[in-house]
C-alpha cells in the first residue's frame, strides 16, 4: 500500500483537485483508493458530492472523538474509489487537540489499526492508495497527513513564486523525517495549472524540474475549464467530462504514478528537460531544445 500525502501550504495550486481526479483516475485503473479530507473547508468533500448527511461521521471524529477510521469511510459514486470526508468543525481540532498525547500521530495510528484488522481478517492490504488532502497550511492537521503517509506529493502552480514557498515545505517535510517518521521522503511533485503558452510557465517548470530532478512528473496538469466546473456538479473529472484535456492529464499521471510504483522515478524514462548544474541559469524550454555552439 502507498499512502501520500498532497501538500503545498499555498492554497488554490490543485491540491484537493489532484486527490480527487488522481484518485478516480487511479481507481479507473483498477487500484483501490482510499482519498482523506484533512481540510476543514472540506472542499474535496463537496468535490466528491459527499456533504450529506451533514451529522455524519468525518475525519473530525477520528482525529478528536477516537472513532475507528472503518467507521468514517464511505464509497464514492467511483467504482474503488472510498473517501473520509472532512467537516467544518474540523477547523477546531488544532485547538482541541493542543494538548492531547501522541497528537501528531493520530491520523498514523487510526490507519495503521484499519490496515492490521484488515489483514487480520484475512482480506489483506485494505487498498493499493491512500491519498491524503492537506489543508493550505503546515499545522497539525498537515502533519498528522505526513506522519500517516509513506510518500510527499508537491502539488506547484508553475508561477512565479512557486519555488518561494518550497524551501519551507521541504524543511517542514525533513523536521518530521527527522522527529516521527525517518522514511517519509518527497517521491513526486505535481506542476498543476500550467499553460504551456506562457513562457514564464515554462520557466518555472524548467525550475523546478532543476532543483527536484527526478521528482517532477513529466505530465504537467493543464489548466482546462472542465476540471473547474467539475466540483460544483459533486463530480471527478472523470465523471463529469471524461473526453476532456483535464481526464486525459490525470490519467496519464495516474500512470506515471503506478510505474513509479514499478520502480520508475518521474519522468525518468522520457525526460525532456535535462537538468544543467546547479550554478547556471535554466534555460527556456527553445534553449534547451536548440544545439549548443561547438565552443561552448
Ligand atoms: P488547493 O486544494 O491547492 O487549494 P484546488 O485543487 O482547490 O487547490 O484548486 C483551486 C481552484 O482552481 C479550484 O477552483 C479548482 O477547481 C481550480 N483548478 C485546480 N486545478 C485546475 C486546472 N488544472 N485547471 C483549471 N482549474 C483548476
Ligand atoms: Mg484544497
Given at each position: 500500500?502507498?499512502s501520500?500525502?498532497?501538500?503545498?501550504?499555498?492554497?488554490?495550486?490543485?491540491?484537493?483537485?489532484?486527490?480527487?481526479?488522481?484518485?478516480?483516475?487511479?481507481?479507473?485503473?483498477?487500484?483501490r483508493v482510499?482519498?482523506?479530507?484533512?481540510?476543514?473547508?472540506?472542499?474535496?468533500?463537496?468535490?466528491?458530492?459527499?456533504?450529506?448527511?451533514p451529522?455524519?461521521?468525518?475525519?473530525?471524529?477520528?482525529?478528536?472523538?477516537?472513532?475507528?477510521?472503518v467507521?468514517?469511510?464511505?464509497?464514492t459514486?467511483?467504482?474503488?474509489?472510498?473517501?473520509?470526508?472532512?467537516?467544518?468543525?474540523?477547523?477546531?481540532?488544532?485547538?482541541?487537540?493542543?494538548?492531547a498525547?501522541?497528537r501528531?500521530?493520530?491520523?498514523?495510528d487510526?490507519?495503521?489499526?484499519?490496515?492490521?484488522?484488515?489483514?487480520?481478517?484475512?482480506?489483506?492490504e485494505?487498498?493499493?492508495?491512500?491519498?491524503?488532502?492537506?489543508?493550505?497550511s503546515?499545522?497539525?492537521l498537515?502533519v498528522?497527513?505526513l506522519?500517516?503517509a509513506?510518500e510527499?506529493?508537491?502539488?506547484?502552480?508553475?508561477e512565479?513564486?512557486?519555488?518561494?514557498?518550497?524551501?519551507?515545505?521541504?524543511?517542514?517535510?525533513?523536521?518530521?523525517?527527522?522527529?516521527l517518521?525517518?522514511?517519509?521522503?518527497?517521491?513526486?511533485i505535481?506542476?498543476?495549472?500550467?499553460?504551456?503558452?506562457?513562457r514564464l510557465?515554462?520557466?518555472?517548470?524548467?525550475?523546478?524540474r532543476?532543483h527536484?530532478p527526478?521528482?517532477?512528473?513529466?505530465?504537467?496538469?493543464?489548466a482546462n475549464?472542465?476540471?473547474?466546473e467539475?466540483?460544483?456538479?459533486?463530480?471527478?473529472?472523470?465523471e463529469?467530462a471524461?473526453?476532456?484535456?483535464?481526464?486525459?492529464?490525470?490519467?496519464?499521471?495516474?500512470?506515471?504514478?503506478l510505474?513509479?510504483s514499478?520502480?520508475?522515478?518521474?519522468g525518468?524514462?522520457?525526460?525532456?528537460?535535462?537538468?544543467r548544474?546547479?550554478e547556471?541559469?535554466?534555460?527556456?524550454?527553445?534553449?534547451?531544445?536548440?544545439?549548443?555552439?561547438?565552443?561552448s
Amino acid at each position: 500500500m502507498r499512502s501520500i500525502a498532497l501538500i503545498n501550504q499555498k492554497g488554490g495550486v490543485g491540491k484537493t483537485t489532484t486527490v480527487v481526479n488522481l484518485g478516480a483516475a487511479l481507481a479507473e485503473a483498477g487500484q483501490r483508493v482510499l482519498v482523506v479530507d484533512l481540510d476543514p473547508q472540506a472542499n474535496m468533500t463537496l468535490h466528491l458530492g459527499l456533504e450529506d448527511p451533514p451529522d455524519g461521521v468525518s475525519v473530525y471524529g477520528v482525529l478528536v472523538e477516537g472513532t475507528p477510521l472503518v467507521e468514517a469511510i464511505r464509497p464514492t459514486a467511483t467504482p474503488g474509489l472510498l473517501a473520509v470526508r472532512s467537516h467544518l468543525d474540523l477547523s477546531g481540532a488544532e485547538l482541541e487537540l493542543a494538548n492531547a498525547f501522541g497528537r501528531e500521530t493520530i491520523l498514523r495510528d487510526a490507519l495503521n489499526a484499519w490496515r492490521e484488522e484488515s489483514k487480520r481478517s484475512g482480506k489483506g492490504e485494505p487498498v493499493d492508495f491512500v491519498l491524503f488532502d492537506c489543508p493550505p497550511s503546515l499545522g497539525l492537521l498537515s502533519v498528522n497527513g505526513l506522519a500517516a503517509a509513506s510518500e510527499v506529493f508537491v502539488a506547484v502552480q508553475t508561477e512565479f513564486f512557486a519555488l518561494q514557498g518550497m524551501s519551507k515545505l521541504v524543511e517542514v517535510v525533513q523536521l518530521i523525517q527527522r522527529r516521527l517518521h525517518p522514511e517519509l521522503a518527497i517521491t513526486g511533485i505535481v506542476p498543476c495549472l500550467y499553460d504551456n503558452r506562457l513562457r514564464l510557465a515554462r520557466e518555472v517548470l524548467g525550475e523546478v524540474r532543476k532543483h527536484f530532478p527526478g521528482r517532477v512528473f513529466r505530465q504537467a496538469i493543464g489548466a482546462n475549464v472542465k476540471l473547474a466546473e467539475a466540483p460544483s456538479f459533486g463530480k471527478t473529472i472523470l465523471e463529469y467530462a471524461p473526453d476532456s484535456n483535464g481526464a486525459r492529464d490525470y490519467r496519464q499521471l495516474a500512470q506515471e504514478v503506478l510505474a513509479q510504483s514499478a520502480g520508475n522515478a518521474p519522468g525518468e524514462e522520457r525526460e525532456v528537460f535535462i537538468p544543467r548544474p546547479p550554478e547556471e541559469p535554466a534555460p527556456t524550454q527553445q534553449e534547451a531544445s536548440t544545439p549548443e555552439p561547438a565552443d561552448s
